[in-house]
């Protein structure tokens, strides 16, 4: 087992009955996902997650990621830390959809805690505790494909009030889960004021899925894979009218519930990215040790061992960056901690990403094929270079941290 430092005797036995779970449930049913999703519509549920749900229920294996500070009176989650769940995520995340087994896939995760930390307690009843039970999935609703979304400031969709009602239109795409069937809601994002400040025009807002005027377009695909039965839409919201009552914290607020809601969202990625990398390493590994080229193993060529070598030192680092930040999402709140959380949002993908190239080159054709995981695993990594903000936008953030920090004012001519 990872090192997990000085973590309470809970996580500890968290992360032994999450491991012997994903032992005895995930990895040998990976060929049957795939098969399930494969074999006829492949939007729909597959029975294969809504059974093994049943199971992680059961185990107390469910709703493990919503931290005190978004929950604290213990009403919706686990109770644990920022710090203490980052080894179980890192663990669900060795298996892209293992996540939903446990309730715990984005970007169901972001969006319950928006509810929970800014919801109504209409919304929460409505929406909340319907996405805890695993009843139904939820989408999020922000980038647009005619602007440079990485900057927020650039959404043009708009919610314009009438009456007791709010009048939304816009194009949106990369809306991931809204393939699901049981996808309900959208949280929506877009501008109520487009006079008002700079980071003052923008609110969220409730969309049922099922609401006159949401259209999906077209599902995307991410280097080829489409992510059934969860996918990825292109969506268009035509005079879309839904209550007052579904905005959520007030108008104008959409840039505050984006940093709560980005900061624990963006540590999740890079915790499961350090259990993709994880696995690719396990798998680099073993194909070295059984695998004969050139009259030896592959492990006896010294490029093999460097590059298990290297994986390991990059794998170890990223980890423990992605610890500091989650320690200082707990000590210090989300918005001190948004360098260490820049930071890790940059190095995680590209650490995995990395590793993950590496596996596939001593795997060979194999590697690219659908006989492993690493071709999928490369794709998302790589997507996650650009999802919760590209690399750019994150090193700005660090950079600006430290000038700051050494009293460097960038304002000044």
């Given at each position: 087992m990872t ?69 604290p ?20 995340g ?6 939903e ?21 209409e ?22 494909p005619e602007?440079?979304?990485?900057d ?13 009602e ?7 795409w ?10 309900a ?10 006079r008002?400040?700079r ?12 609401t ?8 995307l695909?991410?280097f ?5 039965p ?13 209550p007052?009552a ?5 108008e ?7 940093q ?7 540590i ?7 259990g993709q990398?994880?696995r ?10 059984g ?22 030192m ?9 610890l ?11 918005k001190?901690?948004r ?8 190095v ?29 695993m ?7 270079r ?11 953030t ?16």
């Amino acid at each position: 087992m990872t090192a997990l430092f000085d973590v309470s005797p809970r996580t500890r036995d968290l992360h032994a009955r999450l491991t012997a779970f994903m032992d005895e449930h995930i990895y040998p049913n990976e060929a049957e996902f795939h098969r399930q999703v494969n074999e006829g519509n492949r939007w729909e549920h597959v029975q294969l997650i809504e059974d093994l749900k049943s199971k992680a229920r059961a185990q107390g294996l469910w709703n493990l990621f919503l931290p005190p500070a978004s929950d604290p009176q213990g009403r919706f989650g686990a109770g644990l830390t920022n710090l203490e769940y980052a080894p179980l995520c890192e663990v669900m995340g060795r298996v892209w959809w293992a996540p939903e087994v446990f309730n715990c896939n984005a970007p169901d995760t972001g969006n319950m805690e928006v509810l929970a930390r800014y919801g109504t307690p209409e919304q929460q009843e409505r929406w909340l505790l319907p996405l805890l039970n695993g009843e139904i999935r939820s989408a999020f609703s922000m980038t647009e494909p005619e602007v440079a979304s990485s900057d927020a400031t650039n959404i043009q969709g708009s919610i314009q009030r009438d009456g007791d009602e709010y009048v939304i239109n816009a194009r949106k795409w990369w809306t991931s889960g809204a393939g699901d069937p049981r996808c309900a809601v959208s949280i929506f994002m877009g501008k109520t004021d487009p006079r008002a400040e700079r980071h003052l025009q923008q609110s969220m807002i409730l969309v049922p899925m099922d609401t006159p005027g949401v259209t999906t377009e077209r599902m995307l695909t991410v280097f080829g894979y489409d992510d059934a039965p969860h996918g990825h839409a292109e969506m268009t919201f035509r005079d879309v009218r839904v209550p007052t009552a579904n905005i959520l914290l007030g108008e104008g607020r959409g840039f505050e519930i984006a940093q709560g809601r980005l900061g624990p969202g963006r540590i999740h990625h890079c915790m499961r990215l350090i259990g993709q990398a994880e696995r690719a390493l396990e798998l680099m590994v073993e194909r070295a040790g059984g695998r004969v080229a050139f009259g030896k193993p592959l492990a006896a060529h010294q490029h093999v061992r460097e590059a298990i070598a290297h994986s390991r030192m990059e794998i170890d680092q990223a980890r423990l960056l992605t610890l500091q930040a989650a320690h200082m999402m707990d000590t210090v709140g989300n918005k001190a901690a948004r360098g260490q959380i820049a930071a890790i949002k940059v190095v995680a993908p590209n650490v995995a990403l990395r590793v993950i190239d590496r596996a596939i080159q001593v795997f060979g054709g194999a590697g690219v094929s659908q006989d492993t995981p690493l071709a999928m695993m490369y794709a998302q990594a790589r997507t996650l270079r650009l999802a919760d903000g590209p690399d750019i936008v994150h090193t700005e953030t660090v950079a600006k941290e430290e000038l700051r920090a050494r009293g460097v004012d960038l304002r000044r001519q």
